[in-house]
């Protein structure tokens, strides 16, 4: 769940810090105080679109701070796969911080992508807005929504019409790209044969690439490192009195003459020995590497024309000797494939075939599945309409047939009749915004059960209501919060009521600037802001009254609900 929210220099925002409970958080506010703000900041935050426009213009950057705590053992598993380990007790940070014309994303203080933030976040927090709700218009998620209904038995049945079609697909694109004239087949012969034989001609073998530059590096630089280890192996040896050998040799001896006088000189003699034993070995190495080399020019001109060979296979064919021959054995197969092109042709056709054969029941089923699923989907959003105060809500899922894809040969369109003496109609050609969002609002009541998301926040769910449907509306954001935590924005007193912790959102307008601040109500701060959302600017003891009463039912309601 959201455990707390820090906003700094956003917008209208200097600085919040809020704290949200479990159960059903309400904010409310004037218009204008800011509210959307909190909402932009939290997508930000979430992944969306950052824009340097949000910092406000007397601050450097711009930030905004998300605290979770997780208990759901599977979501933490899932998070687990993004690399993402809570903190103590399951916490997750997720921040995001906006300054000049970068903005950076962090969970638990590591950088993360915008888009990595977005896959995590989409396991913690669900967000509904418009943009959601106008989503519900399109047949794709309108799919997605009676697939997610049908939960693992049809999430089984997809899966293997995904892979079916894989399969499917891939002989379909060998079966169209394969179909060759009796010319054009002798010519790709010819043309492979020719790459085959000029591979298996160089007589690659896996790492002799490696080796080659070595020695070219060695033979390509030769006067250099006879000049510096034969000069290394003078200055090391005995043959002048400069010689680190003459040297170290001449300071053992004056060493040695004294060292039977004192204990420390002793032992400085026999580490100095030490050195000059290792020197002397060092030297017979180097005489023993300088009577070894050998760089004759045909060596080198050997070695250079070879390693131009295999570079000019690696530009062509791989950029190693492991995917030259990777690819040796892929034209060995496709030479095969030609030279028993018609017998080939035959087979893949046949498996082409029973590929399409399989993925026709494959999907044959996940339709008949889906229209049993959609039977009662269709039921349970008739009821949930009715509970939202629609005066009907006949509603149901129209199927039709569509080429084959990974997830089956099926698009839908969801078809509803909400006033009586009305015809079913396609969704969108029947519903105003706010009738969409109580739409998404009854779905959403059916999904609460089973999904594992603990976070979810209502934007503009109260768009174009009032009255009983507000109140209708209100009970479902109660039924939504039982065993979750839910946020809510409204400016309507009949959801704001139904709040277990009230947030007031304010807006405070000195002579340099307007300031957004927000704060838990207390219960009387409550019962105010209640009796300001239903009369307006002037708070009276009607007002009030009618605020606490409003306060009164819905707490009742909720304890009939738990």
Do not use: W
């Not at 796969?81 to 997750?92: C, L, R, S």
């Not at 014309?101 to 418009?130: K, T, W, Y």
């Not at 049908?150 to 891939?170: H, N």
């Not at 004759?296 to 530009?315: I, M, P, Q, S």
């Amino acid at each position: 769940m959201l455990r707390n929210l820090h906003i700094k220099n956003l917008a209208l925002i200097r600085e919040i810090d809020v704290d949200f409970t479990d159960g059903l958080n309400i904010l409310t506010g004037e218009t204008g105080a800011g509210k959307s703000i909190i909402i932009d900041s939290v997508t930000m935050a979430l992944g969306g679109k950052a824009h340097r426009s949000l910092v406000r213009d007397d601050a450097p950057y711009g930030l905004c701070e998300l605290v979770f705590e997780i208990s759901d053992p599977e979501t933490l598993a899932m998070l687990e796969k993004y690399d993402v380990i809570p903190e103590e007790e399951g916490v997750i940070f997720i921040s995001r911080k906006i300054q000049g014309n970068r903005s950076i994303c962090r969970i638990n203080g590591e950088n993360r992508s915008a888009a990595e933030v977005r896959e995590c976040a989409s396991l913690l927090l669900d967000i509904h807005g418009q943009s959601e709700h106008q989503k519900l218009l399109r047949s794709e998620h309108q799919l997605e929504l009676l697939d997610a209904f049908g939960r693992d038995e049809l999430f089984a049945l997809k899966k293997d019409v995904a892979e079916k079609y894989r399969t499917y697909a891939s002989l379909r694109k060998k079966l169209g790209s394969e179909e060759l004239s009796e010319e054009e087949r002798l010519r790709r012969m010819s043309f492979l044969e020719f790459e085959i034989s000029e591979i298996e001609g160089a007589g690659l073998s896996i790492g002799e690439d490696e080796a080659l530059e070595k020695k070219y590096r060695k033979l390509a630089n030769a006067r250099k490192i006879v000049v510096a280890v034969g000069s290394a192996h003078e200055l090391t040896g005995y043959d002048n009195s400069e010689s680190a050998g003459e040297t170290i040799g001449h300071a053992v001896g004056l060493l040695e003459g004294v060292s039977e006088y004192d204990e420390q000189v002793e032992e400085f003699h026999g580490r100095l020995t030490e050195i000059e034993d290792m020197l002397n070995d060092f030297n017979r190495d180097l005489a023993d590497y300088l009577s070894d080399l050998s760089f004759a020019d045909e060596e080198f001109e050997a070695c250079e024309e070879r390693l131009n060979e295999v570079n000019h296979l690696k530009a062509k064919y791989g950029r190693s000797i492991e995917k030259i021959l990777a690819v040796l054995q892929t034209k060995k197969e496709e030479l095969e494939a030609l030279t028993d092109y018609e017998e080939g042709r035959k087979r893949l056709k046949k498996e082409y075939e029973l590929a399409e054969k399989e993925l026709a029941g494959a999907c044959g089923k996940l339709t008949a599945l889906r229209k049993k699923t959609a039977a009662v989907f269709s039921e349970e959003v008739h009821r949930q309409l009715l509970d939202l105060n629609f005066a009907r809500g006949d509603f149901d899922i129209e199927f039709r047939e569509v080429p084959y894809t990974d997830n089956g040969c099926d698009a839908i369109e969801y078809m509803i009749a909400t006033n009586p003496g009305e015809n079913l109609k396609p969704l969108g050609r029947v519903v105003s915004g706010g009738e969409l969002s109580r739409i998404m609002l009854g779905i959403k009541t059916m999904f609460a059960e089973g999904d594992r998301t603990e976070t979810l926040i209502f934007d503009e769910v109260d768009t174009g209501i009032s009255g009983r449907t507000a109140q209708k509306v209100a009970e479902k954001m109660a039924v939504i919060a039982r065993g979750r935590q839910v946020i809510c924005i409204t400016h309507l007193p009949q959801i704001a009521a139904m709040a277990d912790t009230h947030y007031g959102i304010t807006k405070d307008i000195t002579d340099s600037a307007a300031i957004t601040r927000i704060e838990a109500l207390n219960r009387q701060e409550s019962i105010d802001e209640l009796a300001r959302l239903i009369g307006g600017a002037e708070i009276t003891q009607n007002t009030q009254k009618s605020a606490l009463e409003m306060q009164e039912m819905c707490r009742q309601y909720k304890k009939s609900v738990l």
